[in-house]
T-cell receptor, first 112, second 113 residues
């Protein structure tokens, strides 16, 4: 158990809808990262937050947004969903920016 | 981030040591070598990391060559539960601006009974 909690574990929704994925980092970890893993793309970095502030952006679509709250949990919002957004979404956390990342077990999103 | 090169797949007999190689010839002086593994659709699991010295923990050993252009992850006594995709990642260290992990395709290690 990495200590990173992601909810929900599974999510099935229709095209055009909006969903929110939630991540609770390990106790004390200040940095949160979001990754997307689809079959054909591998693990892709989306975005990183450190102590509430956005620190790095990767291949995150404009339809996606994220934030880290004062209690350090993070949410990833996906809107106007398309079939191609079906993937595993992982959250990871680290104590400080250059500590090892610890990953949750992901949210499996299926868009129908 | 420096790019890494890993063999796409390897096999290992249960109980034997698994030695997973990684080339990172363009690594910079302040970049660390990290190893993660992913067991079928679970979240990637941190294994070990190092800068230039060899490192060992309860999971594995990491051997980094003196010129730092390659490394080897050693699982001393592989079990069936070690079957996974293993990722070798070069990551910016302290003072760098890039703390994210960039995953490649990794090596699928299959441990056979």
């Amino acid at each position: 158990d990495s200590g990173v909690t992601q909810t929900p574990k599974h999510l099935i929704t229709a095209t055009g809808q909006r969903v929110t994925l939630r991540c609770s980092p390990r106790s004390g970890d200040l940095s949160v990262y979001w990754y997307q893993q689809s079959l054909d793309q591998g693990l892709q970095f989306l975005i990183q937050y450190y102590n509430g502030e956005e620190r790095a952006k990767g291949n995150i679509l404009e339809r996606f947004s994220a934030q880290q709250f004062p209690d350090l949990h993070s949410e990833l919002n996906l809107s106007s969903l398309e079939l191609g957004d079906s993937a595993l979404y992982f959250c990871a956390s680290s104590l400080i920016r250059d500590s090892p990342l610890h990953f949750g077990n992901g949210t499996r999103l299926t868009v129908t | 981030d420096a790019k890494t090169t890993q063999p796409p797949s390897m096999d290992c007999a249960e109980g034997r040591a698994a030695n997973l190689p990684c080339n990172h010839s363009t690594i910079s002086g302040n970049e660390y070598v990290y190893w993660y593994r992913q067991i079928h659709s679970q979240g990637p699991q941190y294994i070990i990391h190092g800068l230039k010295n060899n490192e060992t923990n309860e999971m594995a050993s990491l051997i980094i060559t003196e010129d730092r252009k390659s490394s080897t992850l050693i699982l001393p006594h592989a079990t069936l539960r070690d079957t996974a995709v293993y990722y070798c990642i070069v990551r910016g260290g302290s003072g760098g601006s890039n703390y994210k992990l960039t995953f490649g395709k990794g090596t699928l290690l299959t441990v056979n009974p």
